[in-house]
Every structure is written in C-alpha cells, then in structure tokens.
C-alpha cells in the first residue's frame, strides 16, 4: 500500500473554485478526488459515507462554515486532515497556523498547493490527525458545549457559537451567530473565565468578542463591527483599540 496516497473531499460554495481545485489536483500524483460538496451539511454526508483522508474546505460558507463543519465531524470520531482555502481572513489564517494543518488563499497557486499536500504528508507520518484538529478547535473555542444558568433553568452553547456578550448588570446578555439573544444569571466577568482560549477578546469592561465574527474597526468612531447572522456594532475602548492594531499587525 502507497502510504503517499491521498483521499480527498473539495468543499466550496463557489462552483468555479470547485472546478479550479479539481483540474489542479488531476495532475497531482497519488491524489484522488473521490467527492465535492457545496455546503457543510452536504460535505458531512459524503465524509459519512467515504471517509477521505482529506478536505479541501473552504472556510467562508453560506450556512455553516468551514470551522462548523469540522467540529461536528470531530464530534463523531472522524479523524479527516484539512487544508483550508480562503480568500485572506487574518483570524481564520491564525486559526489554522495554531494547529499544524495548513491554508491556501483564492486563487489556489500550483506550486503553493503542492506544498501543502507535502506537509500534510508529513503530518500524517508524524501525528495523530484528530490530535491536530482538537488543537484547532481548542484555538477556536469549538467543539465543547458549556453550560449557562438561566432565570428559568440552564442552556447548552457550543462557545464557538457565541458571537458576543454585553453586561447587563448581574447579568450577561449573549448574542449567538444564527441571531438568537440569550440572557444567563452570570456576570461578564464569570463568562469570561469559562470563555478560555484566545478566540475571544474583551472590548470593553462590558463587551466581549469572538474574534471570529470581527469584520471592521473603526478607529474615528470608536467601534467594530461582528458579522454572524446579522451585523453588530459595538463600542471599543481606547486602549482595546490599540490592542486590537497590534494583533493584527
């Protein structure tokens, strides 16, 4: 058996970069294109019923992203290596460079994609893949729901789902990405100490973020602005401003 053989999955909302990644892999020795999907949901289908060694997944989706859909793969036991095509998206690229798996920006380079496919090589020599990808959600604050007292009883939220949370005195009001709005008997100060990892960055004494929703600062009026199901402005504090700039830089 070639251990140098490669399975592989193309997931892509954009028909032509499905086509482009195709046509760039045909040529590719000892790959094998075995499916594509244009969505999460349908890609978690196919590795249900293939179980690639790969995914080319792209990370911005329609629906459930790239990062959603390797959580719940992760949940079931699949052990799947990645390598994420994106256009540039500064949190999502430091996302993936904290595990060991590896990025592509659009448009996909030949000679990048083949350096990539050689890495992961080596990764699969040398680690546990599913080691790697609980390094990747542990960054991204994905894959274990935490529990959250309510006035009426408790929720159940995967973190990664939080987009913020704003105090509301004793209470912290959360703000999740398909839109939804719940309200937990819980300082912000406590939600901040079960929100570990470094996907989440305290705006302000009464806001917190997760970095993966931040689209725009806007250093003139003090604010950013998260992108989930809908768009949300928030104020920044001064100092956080300036936090902001150097992680990004």
């Given at each position: 058996?070639?251990?140098d053989?490669?399975?592989?999955?193309?997931?892509?909302?954009?028909?032509?970069?499905?086509?482009?990644?195709?046509?760039?892999?045909?040529?590719?020795?000892?790959?094998?294109?075995?499916?594509?999907?244009?969505?999460?949901?349908?890609?978690?289908?196919?590795?249900?019923?293939?179980?690639?060694?790969?995914?080319?997944?792209?990370?911005?989706?329609?629906?459930?992203?790239?990062?959603?859909?390797?959580?719940?793969?992760?949940?079931?036991?699949?052990?799947?290596?990645?390598?994420?095509?994106?256009?540039?998206?500064?949190?999502?690229?430091?996302a993936?460079?904290?595990s060991?798996?590896?990025?592509?920006l659009?448009?996909?380079?030949?000679?990048?994609?083949?350096?990539?496919?050689?890495?992961?090589?080596?990764?699969?020599?040398?680690?546990?893949?599913?080691?790697?990808?609980?390094?990747?959600?542990?960054?991204?604050?994905?894959?274990?729901?935490l529990?959250?007292?309510?006035?009426?009883?408790?929720?159940?939220?995967d973190?990664?789902?939080?987009?913020?949370?704003?105090?509301?005195?004793?209470?912290?009001?959360?703000?999740?990405?398909?839109?939804?709005?719940?309200?937990?008997?819980?300082?912000?100060?406590?939600?901040?100490?079960?929100?570990?990892?470094?996907?989440?960055?305290?705006?302000?004494?009464s806001?917190?973020?997760?970095?993966?929703?931040?689209?725009?600062?806007?250093?003139?009026?003090?604010?950013?602005?998260?992108?989930?199901?809908?768009?949300?402005?928030?104020?920044?504090?001064?100092?956080?401003?300036?936090?902001?700039?150097?992680?990004?830089s």
């Open positions: 058996m070639n251990t053989e490669i399975s592989v999955l193309i997931v892509d909302d954009e028909p032509e970069a499905r086509d482009l990644m195709r046509i760039l892999l045909a040529g590719t020795p000892d790959v094998k294109v075995i499916g594509e999907a244009e969505d999460a949901d349908a890609a978690f289908r196919m590795v249900t019923n293939t179980r690639p060694d790969l995914i080319f997944l792209d990370i911005q989706m329609p629906g459930k992203t790239g990062f959603d859909l390797v959580g719940q793969l992760r949940a079931q036991g699949f052990g799947t290596g990645y390598i994420f095509v994106t256009a540039y998206d500064e949190y999502a690229i430091r993936v460079r904290a060991a798996f590896d990025y592509l659009k448009p996909v380079d030949p000679d990048e994609l083949a350096g990539a496919l050689n890495r992961f090589r080596q990764i699969r020599r040398e680690k546990e893949i599913g080691a790697v990808t609980d390094e990747l959600l542990s960054y991204l604050g994905k894959g274990n729901r529990k959250f007292n309510t006035r009426k009883g408790f929720l159940l939220i973190p990664g789902e939080i987009v913020c949370c704003m105090a509301e005195g004793n209470y912290t009001e959360m703000i999740l990405e398909n839109g939804r709005r719940e309200t937990v008997s819980s300082n912000l100060g406590k939600i901040v100490g079960k929100l570990k990892g470094d996907g989440y960055f305290r705006i302000s004494r806001a917190v973020i997760n970095m993966r929703y931040l689209t725009h600062v806007d250093h003139k009026n003090g604010t950013c602005r998260l992108t989930g199901a809908s768009e949300i402005d928030l104020k920044v504090a001064r100092n956080r401003l300036a936090e902001l700039d150097r992680m990004f």
